[in-house]
């Protein structure tokens, strides 16, 4: 059986996404050859390198004289990888970098002028003792001060055995711009390991504790355009002092290993060192016993976590020290009785126990990034050497307020799901019948389908790995669920509904134009806008005299002729051949063909927007709002099917203005929070036109609603369609073009002006002019103006004429244009001749009714009340 052509090629397409992802991504280690090799030749190096930060001591690594009085001669250097002097690397730095630490932390800490530099011991109650959480900030690049290019390092000498590509082009993770962004999230472990050093008589030192620590910086350089890079690092925390020294490790850099010696004092080398000689020590011995079956890295920079050491691409390091600013003990108290201890806000943030903390303070830090091979310092913008207006340094929030904001915010928006999926349900009892269903757009109801389904992919995927937020992940995936679910019912209502309209369209696009005959000009009615083309006259079938219907067909196929004569159409893209050289329809696309569709375009979306988080900031901003504004277009699809069709409204405004305000509700928490949990940056003025576009499109949807669909747009752009508000005008009555009823005069034919007397009209004149429930002076103004308003329609050539409405049996009142008049388009043009002609519909079969009965009745069947023809949809 032929399938479609289009759904082939959708297989095609996401046949080859699905190989490239499987080739492209991130494996979990090198090759199976390559990987134990590897981690081997790796392995001998890091326990070499170990075992010479366990021999040497304060002093041992110097590039040049420092500010501590070791007044070394010459400088010294390390038999590590990136620590030797042939390597080249910009250590001629190392004072100043040491000299910028200190001036962070005696910026955030002034050290008291009686006591040494470290010795003041900070107390506990001021400070984070874990700073496990995201922070975000502003930094500016500063140039070092030897100029150092990739042209100058000869990789083969500093990695032996090691394979570079691209070793003497612009290197990776190089950052050239003169500002940016960085994002950074801190994990330390509960119990990860802590060295404490003893007093033995002397005053504590600030870096006598010290605990290991780890990270995962993301760099956006915004100044020179480029993209993002993750870079991971691994290093020590000083608790006590809260400054923290961070490093990237790699294969041409023992970073790791050598973090002791780049300390800012001795005494901060001592403890980082005796601290790292424990825990190195255990991650070297795991290694070894799991080399064969564990080759990955347990320090690698990459993000992904896994390199392949025979293909690298050489990229700059990095150093970072991050000072720990102190906590507004103010904030911390505002609560009364609320407890402003560090130490005990950490526990009760960890194991809650209801004690009041009043509100958590924010997790604040300087830093200052070095790397020693590319040579340049990127320091957070922030005071004293930037004004405030500039930025605050790195700010944020501790990881557990941050996964309570997340909770929070998956929490309210599963509710919102929760909302859409109600309004939907209502919206799918109104919408029931064939008739209604004809009035929804395929297209709006395929975005939010599919927005929905993306929802419930990408919430899938985040609840499997999801540890703090498995249950309200769980929440969202539900939500998400049930939502594509039902949205995807009422898709397939629809797109079951309007399949003969769909076939009709194919059809018109290959059927020859057939120039109908003449017809009496009374019977000149528009045909629906779902009807069918005219079809074209059949070619004779020339049957023989002896009936030998066989033998013909024999004969004829002999000589070369077509057994039957006929006028075989065109193969086109809605016909397949056969077997037998014929021609039939191509299979109609189903809906499960459809929802392949759905799937292969949600996958490239997923693709295309996980590439875009390592774009420039302008062009992934750019790429966001393109995608929301696309998103919540989903109102532009039914606005154009109200036109072609000529229908006001295909859903109720609770649906419609429900749906669009609890889909712009979790964009405006990213879009205008500042504290929002993923950091992204605030665009009130991006917002702004996304709510505006959506607003625009209601404010459509209403005009459409009050004044038709088609008001104001030429004839010649629409197709035709049947419009159930005519101008009815007297002079069509011996075309014949009156509703049945209002043909006939003075009462006659069931219809009358308001001038005729007759019980109808009797009736008509009691309510106008207010009958039984309007008395006295009251009684006789409204009456006064009703006869003013029948005055008015007599100077503008208008009449009213009344019929009793076939389906709920009262008066409508119908403004018919005198003949004769001088400008009927005047008289009933207009807005206000708009609202006039909405009170009543008028049927291809000439009947007349109230627009309301006939619309709650047309809900039901496309039929007429009284004849029982068949009506165009609305």
Aim: proline letters at 7%; hydrophobic letters at 40%; one cysteine or more.
């Amino acid at each position: 059986m032929p399938q479609s052509s289009s759904l082939d090629g959708a297989r095609v397409v996401l046949s080859l996404l699905v190989l490239f992802w499987l080739f492209n991504s991130p494996d979990n280690g090198p090759g199976l050859i390559s990987a134990p090799l590897a981690a081997t030749s790796r392995l001998a190096r890091q326990s070499q390198a170990h075992s010479l930060l366990n021999s040497t001591k304060w002093g041992d690594f110097l590039a040049e004289d420092d500010d501590d009085g070791a007044g070394v001669a010459a400088p010294r250097y390390l038999n590590m990888t990136g620590f030797r002097e042939h390597d080249r690397y910009a250590w001629e730095d190392l004072a100043r970098f040491r000299n910028r630490c200190r001036e962070w932390s005696r910026n955030a800490y002034p050290p008291d002028a009686r006591e040494g530099e470290w010795e003041h011991g900070l107390s506990d109650q001021s400070i984070w003792q874990n700073a496990t959480g995201s922070v975000f900030g502003e930094w500016a690049r500063r140039p070092g001060k030897p100029l150092k290019y990739a042209a100058d390092y000869n990789l083969s000498a500093i990695t032996p055995g090691i394979s570079w590509l691209g070793a003497h082009a612009e290197w990776d993770r190089n950052i050239t711009g003169a500002h940016g962004t960085i994002l950074l999230r801190l994990d330390e472990d509960a119990n990860s390991i802590e060295y404490e050093e003893k007093a033995q008589g002397r005053k504590p030192l600030s870096s006598d504790r010290v605990r290991q620590t780890s990270g995962l910086a993301t760099f956006q350089d915004v100044a020179s355009g480029s993209g993002s890079w993750d870079v991971r690092v691994h290093g020590v925390h000083w608790p006590r002092q809260g400054a923290i020294l961070l490093s990237t490790t790699s294969e041409k850099f023992a970073g790791i290993f050598g973090l002791p010696h780049l300390a800012p004092s001795r005494e901060f080398f001592e403890s980082s060192r005796k601290l790292l000689n424990r825990t190195l020590d255990k991650v070297l011995q795991k290694k070894e016993r799991s080399r064969f079956t564990d080759p990955t890295d347990p320090w690698t920079s990459d993000a992904g976590g896994a390199e392949d050491p025979w293909s690298l691409t050489p990229r700059c390091e990095y150093v970072l020290y991050l000072q720990l600013h102190p906590l507004d003990a103010g904030l911390a108290g505002s609560r009364k009785g609320a407890i402003t201890d560090a130490v005990d806000i950490e526990k009760e943030l960890r194991q809650p126990t209801g004690a009041p903390i009043g509100k958590v303070p924010d997790l604040r830090m300087s830093l200052v990034a070095w790397s020693p091979d590319c040579s340049y310092y990127l320091e957070s913008k922030g005071p004293p050497h930037y004004p405030s207006v500039d930025g605050q340094h790195l700010v944020g929030m501790k990881e557990e307020i941050n996964i309570y904001r997340a909770n929070t915010w998956e929490l309210a928006f599963a509710a919102i799901m929760m909302g859409q999926i109600w309004l939907l349900k209502a919206q799918m009892k109104e919408t029931n019948t064939p008739s209604t269903i004809g009035r929804v757009s395929f297209y709006t109801a395929s975005i939010m389908v599919l927005a929905d389904g993306l929802i419930f992919g990408v919430a899938s995927a985040w609840s499997l790995g999801a540890e703090t937020s498995f249950l309200p992940s769980l929440f969202v995936t539900f939500a998400g669920f049930m939502s594509m679910v039902l949205g995807g019912a009422f898709l397939a209502d629809v797109y079951r509904t309007q399949e003969p309209e769909r076939r009709n369209r194919e059809r018109t696009s290959n059927t020859p134009r057939v120039v109908p005959s003449p017809v009496p000009a009374g019977d000149a009615l528009p045909r629906p806008v779902t009807a069918g083309p005219p079809r074209a006259p059949s070619p004779p079938i020339i049957i023989p005299s002896d009936q030998d219907v066989d033998a013909e067909i024999a004969e004829n196929t002999a000589g070369g002729a077509a057994a039957v004569p006929s006028a075989l159409p065109r193969i086109t893209s809605t016909t397949t051949a056969t077997a037998g050289g014929g021609e039939r329809p191509a299979r109609a696309l189903t809906f499960s063909a459809i929802t392949g569709w759905f799937v292969f375009i949600g996958t490239f979306l997923l693709f295309i927007s996980a590439a875009a988080s390592t774009w420039p900031v302008e062009i992934r901003a750019f790429y966001i709002n393109a995608m929301c504004f696309c998103y919540l277009s989903l109102w532009v699809p039914q606005i154009w099917r109200n036109v072609q069709r000529n229908s006001r409204r295909a859903f109720a405004w609770r649906f419609m203005i429900g749906q669009s305000v609890l889909r712009l509700l979790p964009l405006a928490y990213f879009y205008l929070s500042e504290t929002n949990f993923l950091f992204a940056r605030t665009d009130w003025q991006a917002f702004a036109v996304l709510a505006g576009w959506v607003w625009v499109q209601l404010w459509v949807l209403g005009f459409q609603d009050i004044l038709g669909p088609r008001f104001g747009i030429p004839a010649s752009w629409t197709p035709e369609a049947w419009d159930y508000h005519p101008v009815l005008r007297e002079d069509n009555i011996e075309a014949g073009l009156l509703p049945i009823g209002l043909m006939g005069g003075g009462g006659g034919g069931g219809g009358s002006s308001v001038s005729d007397y007759s019980p109808t009209m009797e009736r008509v004149r009691s309510w106008s002019l207010g009958g039984r429930s309007e008395s006295g002076d009251a009684g006789a103004a409204a009456g006064a103006r009703e006869r003013k308003k029948d005055k008015d329609r007599e100077r503008r050539g208008i009449h009213i004429r009344c019929i009793d409405c076939a389906i709920c049996k009262e008066i409508l009142q119908v403004p018919v244009v005198r003949a004769g008049a001088e400008d009927p388009a005047a008289a009933v043009g207009g807005v206000t001749g708009v609202l006039a002609r909405r009170a009543y519909m008028v049927t291809p079969c000439r009947h007349i009714f109230h627009t309301k009965c006939l619309e709650g009745w047309l809900r039901l069947r496309l039929q007429c009340p009284i004849c029982r023809e068949e009506l165009p949809p609305l």
